[in-house]
């Protein structure tokens, strides 16, 4: 195994492994997690979307939406929601950027999602699936792409990415989902559900990569030895966390 690949893989594993304990843990302990990645994420959303000088501002306007959703006081809910909205509407008028204000919308939806998710009934089995759906997408569509290669989705966003890929990605996907209603007891809608979202998580992984085109950046950062930065690896989870969050507010697992 070469370098970069091993520096991959031990970073992936270590950052697998923090997320399966906070999940296992909740409550604050998830929370305080949640709130460091959020700020964390706006600070290289600050990055992508040419606002590097208003990351302070951004962090200020984050910290109160993300102290709402702490389980002391509103948790994940309306109020929050109206917290992280507050502070889109804060930041669009003090820094008139529509894009960077927009990142307090895009990074409080996966926040809050999560933790709603982890509140619910059997909320260790939904949240986990929620989380590790994108990451057996990642690797469905990897070994997919390298083994059958083919024609690429759209090489001048994202030269890497082929049809192969994401159809190993949702077929990943829909493996975890199947294995989590058979092992776990996941509601088999939610299992069959699975592709779907690894579509959106793929859909993250593009948005991501045309915002690093557009600012003219490899990475979103550099936190994360391999893997650039928090953004660069939670692509997916931004857009698929959500949706999974919404399949199960309307009512999904009680079938």
Known sequence: MNPELMQRTLAGVFLIAIAALELWLGGNALWVLATLIG??????????????????????????????LSPLAAGPGLVSAIGFGAAFIGLLLVTRNLW???????I??????????REQDAGLLLA???????????????????TFGGPKIAPRISPNKT?????????GALLLGLCLATFAGLPMRLAMASPALAIMAQTGDFLES?????????????LIPGHGGVLDRLDGVVTALPIAALLVWIGLPSA
């Open 108 to 117: 409080g939806l996966p926040v809050t999602a999560l933790l709603w998710l």
């Open 39 to 68: 700020l964390i994420m706006i600070r290289e959303w600050a990055r992508l979307t040419s606002a590097e000088a208003k990351v302070r501002l951004g962090q200020y306007a984050m910290c109160l939406p993300l102290g709402l």
């Open 128 to 146: 986990f699936w929620g989380l590790s759906l994108v990451w057996a997408t990642d690797i469905g569509a990897y070994f997919a792409g390298r």
């Open 163 to 171: 049809w192969s890929g994401l159809m190993g990605g949702m077929a």
């Open 100 to 106: 960077f204000a927009s990142g307090a919308i895009y």
């Open 210 to 222: 045309w915002m690093k085109r557009r600012a003219g950046v490899k990475d979103s950062g550099s």
